[in-house]
């Protein structure tokens, strides 16, 4: 399955209206009800996907002084599919001057058998605003994952911000291992650019006094943003300590 969602967000005075709005093969696109006079949009699973050899892609947009937030219904799920070639998921996120665009999405999945490599890349305006949370599951419960390749890279005015790849499962060695993940299968990252930073940078943080319960990191980066980077047991863990540092990056 070949598919791409396009989603782009205009400012129009006091609100941001979505002139495109279109789904794709397993993307169904839903307005939500706007907040402070952001436009909302929610990613909806039609069908499983990715599944092996599906190329799939969500677009988005965010204009000059746009503000957009966009989030997911459930969990994507990689699964096997019929061909052992590999599955490719992309979000191409762009914001222009003075935007604010909030990409949130509901965790991935990596399923035992499933081959995923997940791409993430992001064009800033130096004035935009940007606050973009991943978290990957590895495995189902009671089973080993899959293989995974995630890559997130950041520009900001055409300058490189953030370039980070990873690389999870049986084809990755050493994931497992100690010095990686040694027994946590959730694993996440909360990046926030803001050019307040520049003046006010965060101080770093240790998150989570407990390695059995997760951890996590906060370090600001040149930029300026603020990256951190969380491990944890399970899902419910890693949001928990994503959703503590988000506020923390801001003081």
Request: aromatic residues 2%; glycine residues 10%; hydrophobic residues 40%.
């Amino acid at each position: 399955m070949h598919a791409t969602a396009r989603i782009r967000a205009t400012a129009t005075g006091r609100v941001t209206i979505l002139p495109v709005l279109r789904g794709d093969g397993p993307f169904e696109l839903r307005r939500l009800r706007s907040r402070g006079g952001e436009a909302r949009v929610c990613v909806i699973g039609a069908m499983s996907a990715p599944l092996g050899g599906d190329r799939l892609c969500i677009a988005a947009a965010a204009d000059d002084d746009a503000t957009l937030h966009i989030t997911t219904a459930a969990a994507t799920l990689a699964l096997r599919g019929s061909t052992p070639d590999h599955a490719t998921y992309d979000v191409r996120l762009t914001a222009g001057e003075g935007a604010r665009l909030h990409w949130l999405p509901k965790p991935l999945i990596s399923a035992r058998g499933s081959n995923l490599r997940q791409s993430c890349t992001v064009d800033l305006a130096p004035t935009a605003r940007l606050v973009l949370r991943e978290e990957q599951i590895l495995g189902r419960a009671g089973e080993p994952p899959g293989h995974l390749i995630t890559r997130l890279t950041v520009r900001r005015g055409g300058h490189p911000l953030l370039d980070h790849q990873t690389a999870y499962g049986p084809r990755a060695p050493g994931w497992d291992g100690p010095a990686i993940l040694s027994d946590h299968r959730a694993v996440g990252q909360l990046l926030i650019v803001d050019p307040d930073f520049e003046k006010t940078p965060p101080k770093p943080r240790l998150l989570g006094d407990d390695t059995a319960d997760g951890q996590g990191v906060l370090v600001p980066l040149t930029g300026p943003a603020a990256l951190v980077t969380a491990l944890a047991p399970d899902a419910l863990r890693l949001r928990h300590i994503l959703d503590t540092a988000q506020p923390l990056a801001r003081t």
